[in-house]
Structures are given as structure tokens and as C-alpha cells.
């Protein structure tokens, strides 16, 4: 059994994903070393291509940015140099910032939920997550985050987006029967809260 852990956060647009996941590499590599971080899209050209569609910069069909998407994760997951698995193969752990819903999340309904689910089980038959960390807050207060961190730029997020994004996490996490790796965490906490929680679940993952 590998030793390494994979672990993994999700959350909607100002969930604070980004800054706990953050702070937990710094964490475990002040106290274990060995770690990686990664995220979805990845820098690879696959994944600039996915960032410039997510930012309108390129317009694409539905089963082409399905094909991209499936691409990347794969290659995310087996590239023999940075993948995700040649990391966790030299017990190296683990940390991404997005990666089982997400990607997809913000397309939907141009996918179906079953393909959706259909899609991450071909990944998640190569590696499932040791634990994944939702960080869960409510619609409107990822709004009024969004709107506090970029006051100078126009949101490409809508309340209508991110609503139909956080249903659709909580639909995939229901419909996948993933719970027993998903840990919810409430992200209306303090940071300190927050980073305090995700780090005695993470010790339990660790010591297994």
C-alpha cells in the first residue's frame, strides 16, 4: 500500500481553498517534508488552453472542452515526470488545489451529471483521493468575497453560476458515493479555525 497521501481541496470561487491549502503545505513541509503542490488546470498547454476557455478568452463547443478537460486531468495524473502519481510513487505527498469536480463543475448543465461522474470515475480508477477537503461557504458570501478581492475588475462570476457550481459539487459528492474520503468543512470559520481542523484530519490521514 503506498504511503504517500493525496490530498485534495475543492470549494467554490472564494471558498478560501487556496489560502488553506497554502497554508497546510507550509505546514506539512515545515514538519514532514516531502510534499508537493499542484492544481487544476495545470500550466501544462492543455491546461493554459482550459484557462483561456474558462476566461472566455476562447470560445469552445461542449465536446471539445470535455476532451480537453479528460486530457488534462489523465495527463495530471500519469505525465512520468509531473504527474501526480510519479510523485506519490517516490513518497512524495501530495497537495492540489482543485481536482475531482471542480474542472467540470462550471460547465454544467452543458454536461450531464452522468457524464460528469462517468469522466472522474475513469480518474479516480487511476487515484482516489486520500481525503478531499470541500471548504463549503454560502452563495453570498462568496459573492461578497469575490467583489472584496477584485474591486478593480469585473466579475465573470454570477450568483446564478456560483449557486448552480456549489449544487453541483454537493450532487457529484452525493451522487459518486464519495463521503467516506470527503470531509466538509464549514468556511464561514476563522482561517486559524479552519487550518486547525484541516490539520488534526490531515495527521489522522498521515498516520495511517
Not at 43 to 55: A, C, E, M
Not at 114 to 143: G, H, Q, T, Y
Not at 168 to 197: L, P, R
Request: aromatic share 10%; glycine share 4%.
Amino acid at each position: 500500500m503506498r504511503k504517500a497521501k493525496f490530498i485534495v481541496f475543492e470549494g467554490i470561487d472564494g471558498s478560501g481553498k487556496s489560502t488553506i491549502s497554502n497554508l497546510l503545505f507550509e505546514k506539512l513541509n515545515s514538519q514532514f517534508g516531502n510534499i508537493h503542490r499542484t492544481s487544476e488546470p495545470t500550466d501544462s498547454p492543455v491546461g493554459s488552453v482550459i484557462r483561456n476557455i474558462l476566461n472566455k478568452r476562447i470560445l469552445s463547443d461542449e465536446k471539445t472542452i470535455g476532451a480537453l478537460f479528460l486530457a488534462d486531468r489523465l495527463d495530471h495524473i500519469q505525465n512520468p515526470v509531473s504527474g501526480i502519481l510519479h510523485y506519490l510513487d517516490k513518497g512524495i505527498n501530495v497537495i492540489c488545489d482543485r481536482y475531482y469536480y471542480s474542472s467540470y463543475a462550471y460547465h454544467v448543465p452543458s454536461f450531464s451529471m452522468d457524464w460528469l461522474i462517468n469522466a472522474n470515475k475513469i480518474c479516480a480508477d487511476l487515484l482516489r483521493p486520500d481525503i478531499v477537503f470541500f471548504l463549503d461557504i454560502s452563495v453570498e458570501e462568496s459573492m461578497n468575497r469575490l467583489h472584496k478581492s477584485r474591486q478593480f475588475h469585473d466579475l465573470f462570476e454570477t450568483k446564478e453560476k456560483i449557486s448552480q457550481v456549489r449544487e453541483n459539487y454537493i450532487q457529484a459528492i452525493k451522487k459518486e458515493g464519495e463521503k467516506d474520503n470527503v470531509v466538509i468543512i464549514d468556511g464561514h470559520k476563522s482561517v486559524q479555525e479552519i487550518i486547525d481542523d484541516v490539520w488534526n484530519k490531515t495527521l489522522e490521514i498521515i498516520n495511517k
